[in-house]
């Protein structure tokens, strides 16, 4: 009896495996079999129900929303804005009264054959709720865009009047194109939009699941109002690990990732058999912030040191292993559409020249070879760099040895990028000051393609949002605030080019760099892509018919 | 029945210390929830509006009245909504803790089996060549860290061989029912628990050899010999069930652990558990997200060693002798 329990208990086990390897081994074939019409592309991180209260990041979050929401205008490949939900957007001939002549009148019209994925009609009233919206339930990036409008005018059930303090050259782009519209059916009901967890918008693609810390799936709207979807289904996988990605790639179990490939893979992708790479431009800055209210550094003659002292190229050639661009002194890339080709390339690096300079604005080199000011004071600094960003915090080591070659000294210093950042931008509010003295920071690609030099340079804390170096200068003040208001492109470019200038003469920051955007896909899977300038291959005009 | 209470105490202290840990140690790191609770583009809003949004969250009142209501919120079974995924809390960890679950349990139950049996069979052939081996594989495969062993067994197993897959607890938008749906888990839960296990076997594996080590000179493994009993009945019964008590204390408190996830395994295998969930939570400073998967822990650490303290006696006599 105990000896047939005993072969009966191992035999269970035998059988336990047996059905365990079948199921593991042999039960399924791998997930390459796909239908057609089908990509798997993957994402970092969990984006949250994808709607504009609760998506997570600007790319590729916003980007995936705006597969279901739509836009008045959308930005063209070359962001350019285009009709999308508005058929026309027209600045109305002045009827202004006297007094106030600085107010602008939009009229828009909109298409009249566009319905919600729940089967309502979106018309003028959806595009005034949606702003009032934005204007009470606070969701930064749309909020403050919102708030650009003092008044909205419904003139017909396809066409407002939409009414601005005053002239914005960046209207269009960073709010027309900018918000997404909501469903005033759905959101009439609801008080907190950030527990919203259904998507209901206009656009191609309709959210039919959401799998918390897995996949989302998208399907094609069949009564969208443009052009076709190119996909019948979207599948997002979430995969926070930067290698697995790649390896689900190469392993065909994804089609495309929305990260782009490290500097080191590339070649490999672009070598293997099954694989293609989508390069172009990327307007992400990596830049070296300076606290220029503080004494050592308030003199431009210092920050000219250090900005040529830096080898911009050399860290291309070492960090991104060329594939980037080196950072333009006048901030703007040169592949904007503002930038000014004067202040696109640092001049040739001459370590003697810098040292020349700093002698002659009165440094005297110390006994331990670092520069000294007539008052005493040591061009000696700490350099910040995010220990979670391995090519900034080896930036900031390389810009340390570029800086003693010219006898001055920064002492690198790596921490957590939030506590960094909490240094260098306390509680997000310029106006709270700063207490950091070098730091290695990154803006993200909006700061660039839309030229947003007042955000980066006002004095004025209010207007100057970004100003993270708390820079100040009257000319620039002037002229930043007229480059919002010129509605004309020649003359906004004419401003912003002699901004640039100033920025690179009096360096309140040096701009390091910009990387090269490499995006690896399965073109057997799907060869639609549309590189966005600029931004990649994740945008909406890579998944419709062109 | 004083020491029931004595005890009930003791397990209510520790629950409030960690309870409050678990509230100031998030806040007394630097940064702030805000560019998660409002978009990335928190710099364009203007100071006011940044007030407005710390006053709706409840992060302008002053910590002592935040961490008021945190214990309220806590007795009343009400952990808040995420500041990053805006639903709520227990929905998330809900969501998560099945595969955290099978994951870290399989593991678990696996290293566990494995580490008893090589940590018995080579102590019990000491210095033979399955001691030596293992011995020598223990100590390398506990020096490697285990993200490498989950990258090393991705990159053979999976983009080599293409036998297992590379990421995920299921094929997104896979089979979702029935044998197929069975499959398709196992055939993803493969390299994540085989590389966890080889992770943590090797601590279990030492444990139980030494343990067993220290029992085989005891003397009544020489007695059980000397009255002739077999080999086989010395090392079943005398040796390896006294051995087991230090590895049955490691598999309590490992237990406790459980609900934590396994948070470097779990991200590169990008597997949906608790681990991948506190981890992001820390790194945007989702409070209540990280107030309610510690609290889980908390609880869960705690009720371990209770069970651990309720089932020791009924393995050690000795314990419960000294206990009345």
């Known amino acids: 009896m105990k000896r047939a329990a005993r072969i009966l208990s191992s035999s269970s086990i035998v059988v336990t495996i047996a059905v365990a390897a079948w199921l593991v081994l042999g039960g399924a074939s791998p997930a390459q079999a796909q239908e057609p019409g089908t990509l798997r592309l993957a994402i970092p991180g969990d984006e949250g129900s994808l709607t504009p209260y609760t998506y997570v990041t600007g790319y590729p979050g916003y980007e995936l929303m705006s597969l279901v929401f739509d836009t008045l205008l959308r930005m063209d490949p070359e962001l350019r804005p285009r009709p999308w939900l508005a058929t026309s957007v027209e600045i109305e001939p002045g009827e202004g009264e006297p007094g106030e002549d600085d107010v602008v009148r939009y009229r828009v019209r909109l298409r009249d054959d566009v319905r919600w994925h729940d089967g309502e009609r979106f018309d003028a009233d959806d595009v ?57 059916h759905v959101y009439r009901e609801i008080d907190d939009p950030r527990a919203v967890r259904e998507a209901v918008g206009t656009g191609p693609y309709r959210l039919t699941q959401i799998e918390a810390e897995r996949f989302y799936r998208f399907e094609a709207n069949p009564a969208f109002w443009g052009a076709e979807p190119t996909l019948t289904t979207i599948i997002v996988p979430i995969i926070r690990d930067e290698t697995t990605t790649f390896q689900a790639l190469r392993a065909g179990e994804i089609d495309a990732a929305a990260r782009a490939l490290p500097p080191a893979s590339v070649a490999a992708f672009e070598a293997a058999p099954n694989l293609e790479v989508a390069r172009g431009s990327s307007f992400a800055t990596t830049l070296l912030l300076m606290d220029v209210t503080r004494p050592e550094l308030s003199d431009p003659a210092v920050r000219r040191a250090i900005a040529a002292a830096i080898d911009t190229r050399r860290l291309v050639e070492v960090l991104l292993l060329g594939a980037g661009t080196v950072g333009a002194p006048g901030f703007l890339h040169p592949a904007t559409p503002f930038a000014n080709p004067e202040t696109a390339e640092p ?36 350099l910040l760099a995010p220990s979670n960003n391995p090519t900034r915090l080896r930036a900031a080591e390389l810009i340390a040895q570029d800086l003693a070659a010219v006898g001055i000294d920064a002492d690198v210093r790596s921490m957590e990028f939030d506590a960094l950042t909490e240094k260098a931008w306390p509680g997000f509010d310029v106006s709270r000051g700063r207490d950091y003295q070098l730091a290695v920071f990154g803006w993200s690609a909006p700061v660039n393609a839309r030229a947003n030099l007042l955000g980066l340079l006002h004095g004025d804390p209010s ?29 906004r470019a004419e401003l912003l080019a002699r901004v640039q200038e100033i920025v690179a003469r009096d360096v309140p920051f040096v701009t390091l760099f910009y990387p090269q955007g490499a995006y690896a896909y399965r073109p057997d899977a799907y060869d639609g892509w549309v590189y966005m300038a600029g931004q990649g291959i994740l945008n909406v005009h890579s998944f419709l018919a062109r | 029945m004083h020491g029931l209470l004595g005890k009930v105490l003791q397990y209510g202290l520790v629950l409030w210390v960690a309870l409050s840990v678990n509230f100031l140690l998030p806040r007394a790191m630097p940064g702030s929830p805000l560019p998660y609770l409002v978009g990335e583009e928190v710099g364009t809003l203007a100071p006011e ?97 285990s993200f490498w062993i989950g990258m090393l067994a991705i990159a053979v197993f999976a983009v080599q061989f293409g036998w297992f897959p590379t990421f995920g607890a299921t094929t997104p938008a896979g089979p979702s029912g029935g044998v197929a749906y069975l499959a398709d888990v196992a055939r993803h839960l493969a390299l994540p628990v085989a590389s966890l296990t080889a992770a943590s076997l090797s601590g279990i594996y030492l444990v139980m050899r030494y343990s067993m080590l220290d029992v085989l000179g005891q003397d009544y493994v020489r007695s059980a010999r000397a009255k002739g009993l077999s080999e086989r009945r010395v090392l079943m019964r005398h040796a390896v069930r006294n051995a087991l008590l230090p590895v049955s204390t490691l598999l309590f408190l490992n237990l406790g652990f459980l609900v934590g996830g396994a948070t470097v395994i779990e991200t590169v295998f990008a597997y949906p558990g608790v681990g991948t969930l506190l981890y992001q939570a820390v790194l945007s400073r989702d409070y209540p997200v990280l107030q309610g998967a510690f609290f889980v822990l908390t609880v869960s650490v705690v009720l371990a060693n209770a069970l651990a303290d309720a089932v020791y006696p009924l393995l050690d006599p000795r314990v419960r002798r000294g206990a009345t």
Do not use: C, K
């Open chain 1, 347 to 382: 001049a040739p690096l001459d370590r003697d020249a810098v040292r020349a300079e700093l002698e002659q604005a009165g440094y005297t080199l110390g006994r331990d070879g670092v520069y000294v000011g007539a008052d005493g004071a040591r061009l000696g600094f700490e």
């Open chain 1, 128 to 184: 005034a709720f949606s702003f009032d919206y934005y204007r009470t339930h606070v969701m930064s990036r749309f909020t403050s865009a919102a708030e650009r409008v003092a008044r909205i005018d419904v003139v017909g059930p396809y066409e407002l009047r939409l009414e601005l303090g005053a002239p914005d050259a960046t209207f269009e782009e960073a709010v027309l194109a900018d918000l997404p519209m909501l469903p005033e």
């Open chain 2, 49 to 145: 509006r940044l007030d407005e949004i710390r006053a709706l969250y409840g992060l302008d009142r002053s910590l002592g009245v935040q961490y008021l209501d945190y214990l309220g919120d806590i007795v009343r079974g009400d952990w808040g909504r995420s500041f990053q995924l805006g639903m709520p809390v227990a929905e998330a960890i809900r969501e998560r803790l099945p595969w955290t679950l099978l994951l870290v349990g399989s593991s678990l139950l696996l290293s566990t089996v494995f580490g008893v049996v090589a940590g018995a069979i080579a102590a019990w052939r000491r210095g033979g060549r399955f001691d030596a081996a293992s011995l020598a594989g223990a100590i390398v495969v506990d020096a490697l860290p």
């Open chain 1, 463 to 491: 207007l100057g949002t970004l100003n993270l170096s708390g820079y100040a200068d009257p000319e620039v003040d002037a002229l930043t605030v007229a480059a919002t208001r010129a509605t004309d492109p020649d003359e």
